[in-house]
């Protein structure tokens, strides 16, 4: 069943670089696993809406 995960969190990265290897990695496993999103950045605080199978986004 296709299910909706929104979390948010905080977290300080010291780099640019770090976010868009953060991202990179995200891409990757979440295409693999048939999952597909949205990632906001705003102050240090992300929140990232998620959608894909039940089982796999639990």
Same mark, same amino acid.
């Given at each position: 069943? =296709?299910? &909706? =995960?929104?979390?948010?969190?905080?977290?300080?990265?010291?780099? !640019? &670089?770090? @976010?868009? =290897? @953060?991202? !990179?990695?995200? %891409?990757? $496993? %979440?295409?693999?696993?048939?999952?597909?999103?949205?990632?906001?950045?705003?102050? %240090?605080?992300?929140?990232?809406?998620? $959608?894909?199978? $039940?089982?796999? =986004? $639990?």
């Amino acid at each position: 069943m =296709l299910t &909706t =995960l929104i979390y948010r969190s905080q977290m300080h990265l010291t780099q !640019e &670089t770090d @976010l868009i =290897l @953060l991202v !990179e990695k995200a %891409n990757a $496993e %979440n295409a693999a696993r048939g999952i597909t999103g949205i990632l906001l950045l705003k102050d %240090n605080v992300y929140l990232q809406i998620l $959608e894909g199978d $039940e089982c796999v =986004l $639990e």
